[in-house]
């Protein structure tokens, strides 16, 4: 399902969606280069999701939720622009996959991985502009053929459910 604008810049009308409608946890999600910037309008779920080269993305302080991967392996791929400091993405995809979060410019602020199944290995450079939480799963950051890439947390890093006192907390 593929964003192209043509309403306004709220996610959540069906008209700004090539399908004519919103997607939903079933839809692999495109952000396209269109004139008018998408706006997430609430807490959403997708199964997967790209931001294209020129194409521009505003978490508007909710969550994006990605619980599978495109045809491509990619949980995520950000090619394309973070406006704004306030995108929090959460992967809860059962599965090993990529995710490349080096947006053009901007970073996503908050990055939730909350599966037991989940490996997600990191295809580029990532800044997270507040915090990374591991509830359940895996982030690598590298090699699987990619090589190795940076990760940079501005704020706090939470590994673990925090079920237990604080033996789970980094």
């Not at 491509?72 to 959460?90: C, E, K, P, R």
Request: with cysteine; net charge negative.
């Amino acid at each position: 399902v593929t964003w192209d604008g043509s309403t306004d810049t709220d996610y959540g009308t069906a008209a700004n969606w090539d399908t004519g409608s919103v997607p939903t946890s079933s839809d692999d999600v495109i952000i396209a280069n269109v004139s008018n910037d998408c706006v997430l309008d609430g807490s959403r779920s997708v199964k997967s999701f790209v931001v294209q080269a020129g194409g521009d993305f505003n978490g508007n302080a909710e969550t994006l939720t990605v619980v599978g991967e495109n045809g491509s392996g990619y949980a995520v791929d950000i090619d394309g622009d973070i406006v704004g400091t306030n995108t929090m993405i959460t992967i809860t995809t059962p599965a090993t996959t990529l995710i490349d979060l080096a947006a053009t410019s901007g970073n996503v602020r908050d990055l939730t991985i909350n599966h037991a199944s989940c490996v997600a290995t990191m295809y580029s450079d990532v800044s997270l502009s507040r915090n990374l939480t591991i509830t359940a799963g895996q982030l690598t950051t590298g090699d699987g053929g990619y090589g190795y890439s940076n990760l940079t947390v501005a704020g706090t890093t939470t590994i673990g459910n925090a079920s237990h006192s604080s033996e789970d907390q980094a």
